[in-house]
């Protein structure tokens, strides 16, 4: 892939890395894979929720939380510190393996202006076989066609800071899970599009998303909440129902424990407050329907 030129105009990006300081050599090696990008100006900011981060390289700012206060709230913290026309959010287990990929990521954003957030495809540094989670669309295809979603896959992520701001950021009141799911709707709202691009890469390590304890009771509270948060009325059982069917459909033959646990979250998004509402626009779900994703599934 040839690295765009943007003359003088030397691209600004401010980069969020979050982290729990649990994984300080994954912390560094990603830190690192972000100052060795090229051709651009970086403003980097490590964010340790519930720890003080330490022992980072030169030039790292840090951001030590008291608490741990979630996967989205650690990320917002973050952003107001760091300058740059971009934003690029990267988890602390995921690193950047071409010192080209922001010059060449902010170069699809600048060519073509109705991107308002890129993910790249994901790809375990180890060879290990990729899941098919890792690529944000129903009908999954080849993992490296780029295109269109509406969902995200949030390790590593890049914004012009402007549309991010517009968004209203991470939804913090998530702490984990379907945060991504939120920010692509949003994107989709301001009239851009969310994009896969399949030719660039970041490298995570392929592990059980089942690993955080709250795993189903948070999948299925957030489910309800990104509903209850950003659909119009109508559409919100339809959408919340749909997904009641597909997760019925996936455990009750032979996963019950996760299914339990998963309607105790589901009644959870029901019963406590999501945050506010801010309904997706009747023309931002024409778009996404056309596009090929209508928001009830």
């Not at 969020?16 to 970086?42: F, H, K, M, Y």
């Amino acid at each position: 892939m040839s690295v765009p030129s943007f003359g003088s105009a030397t691209p600004t990006v401010g980069v969020v890395v979050l982290t729990q300081g649990t994984r300080p050599e994954d912390l560094d090696r990603g830190i690192r894979s972000v100052l060795a990008q090229q051709g651009v100006t970086l403003d980097v900011i490590c964010v340790g929720n519930g720890w003080q981060p330490t022992g980072l390289p030169g030039g790292v700012q840090s951001l030590g939380l008291p608490t741990n206060l979630g996967i989205p709230a650690g990320r917002n913290r973050g952003v107001s510190l760091v300058t740059g026309d971009y934003l690029f959010f990267l988890d602390d287990d995921a690193s950047i393996p071409d010192p080209n990929f922001l010059i060449n990521a902010i170069g699809k954003l600048r060519a073509d202006p109705t991107i308002g957030l890129l993910q790249p495809r994901v790809e375990d540094p180890t060879g290990v076989e990729s899941p098919r989670r890792w690529i944000p669309r129903i009908r999954k295809g080849e993992a490296a066609t780029s295109g269109p979603v509406f969902s995200v896959w949030e390790g590593a992520v890049l914004l012009p800071r402007t549309v991010f701001d517009a968004t209203g950021g991470w939804a913090e009141p998530f702490f984990y899970a379907h945060e991504g799911i939120e920010l692509a709707w949003r994107v989709w709202d301001q009239g851009r599009v969310a994009w896969y691009a399949g030719d660039l890469v970041a490298n995570h390590p392929v592990i059980l998303q089942t690993r955080h304890a709250d795993y189903y009771r948070l999948n299925a509270r957030n489910r309800v909440w990104l509903a209850r948060r950003n659909l119009p009325a109508l559409l919100v059982p339809l959408y919340v129902g749909a997904w009641t069917a597909i997760q019925v459909l996936r455990w009750a033959p032979n996963n019950r424990p996760a299914l339990r646990a998963w309607f105790g979250g589901w009644r959870e998004g029901w019963r406590s407050d999501p945050g506010p509402r801010h309904p997706l626009r009747a023309r931002t779900i024409w778009r996404m329907t056309v596009a090929g994703r209508p928001p009830i599934i």
